[in-house]
């Protein structure tokens, strides 16, 4: 019976690690970049897998979802106090990431990339198109 729960137990965790969450909603939300935007990535490193493409983003409320060319959602972020943008596959930061910071203005957004199952990296840029 003890091994049948530890391993119930063990299955659980297991599980509770591998679950993507969704960023949670701020409670003092950063709304300085809502809008809808519009860039590209850039490959810098990686397998022939990967390609330019372009992206764009919508951020309501401060809540940032990503989208590569024009398809489906990839990742989701909050917009930090400091006007950062942070967009995480999983809570774990060595994860698929985008990174990005605005300009002065918040015109453009500026950043970094990486996913980790192609080992590709690059930059990414996207300007306010509303």
Do not use: K
């Amino acid at each position: 019976m003890r091994g049948i729960i530890l391993t119930l137990v063990g299955g659980l965790f297991l599980a509770a690690c591998t679950i993507q969450i969704p960023p949670p909603s701020p409670d003092n939300p950063n709304t300085s970049l809502d809008g809808d935007w519009t860039g590209e990535r850039i490959v810098e490193r990686g397998t022939t897998s990967c390609r330019h493409s372009s992206m764009s983003a919508r951020i309501t409320d401060g809540v940032a979802h990503l989208f590569l060319n024009g398809g489906a959602m990839i990742l989701s972020a909050i917009v930090a106090e400091d006007g950062r943008v942070r967009f995480y596959r999983n809570v774990d930061e060595r994860s698929d990431h985008y990174i990005g910071e605005p300009n002065a203005d918040g015109s453009e957004i500026r950043g970094v990339w990486a996913m980790n199952d192609t080992q590709c990296t690059g930059s990414w840029v996207m300007t306010r198109s509303s």
